[in-house]
């Protein structure tokens, strides 16, 4: 199944992104495959990159909710990246929270909040003998 969103997959980390253009029948089956690639691969982490959204209306908005829900129920830790200014003034407008979700400036930093090193902090680290 392919929602016409890549969902990329770096170890137990899934990373995709949304698009402003967001239609019911691709946000369905997006979700559908999120939600089954979590389940099944045992994902321990979703990266949600929306840096490439510079408006949000309330469908887009609500799908990112169920999505990070549904992904929370499923174990997974969710980070929104990416967040630009006027989205989060209009998540905020429209009263919406994302408990137990965490959100990073970008998705390199999310990808730290899950865990993952960047490859130079990796080879600054001390190698065991």
């Known amino acids: 199944m392919n929602a016409g969103l890549p969902i990329l997959r770096l170890g137990d980390v899934l990373l995709s992104g949304l698009l ?6 691709t946000a369905l089956a997006f979700t559908d495959e999120l939600t089954a690639r979590i389940a099944n691969e045992g994902i321990r982490g979703v990266v949600m990159d929306i840096s490439r959204l510079e408006i949000v209306d309330s469908f887009v908005a609500r799908v990112l909710m169920e999505m990070a829900g549904a992904g929370r129920l499923l174990g997974a830790r969710m980070v929104v990246a990416g ?3 006027a989205v989060a003034l209009t998540l905020t407008e429209l009263g ?15 990808m730290e909040l899950l865990g993952r090193r960047r490859p130079e902090a990796a080879e600054e ?5």
């Open 125 to 129: 680290a001390p190698h065991a003998p």
């Open 83 to 85: 967040m630009r200014p």
């Open 96 to 110: 919406l929270q994302f408990t137990g979700v965490m959100t990073a400036l970008n998705a390199e930093q999310a």
């Open 20 to 25: 402003s253009d967001l239609d019911d029948k």
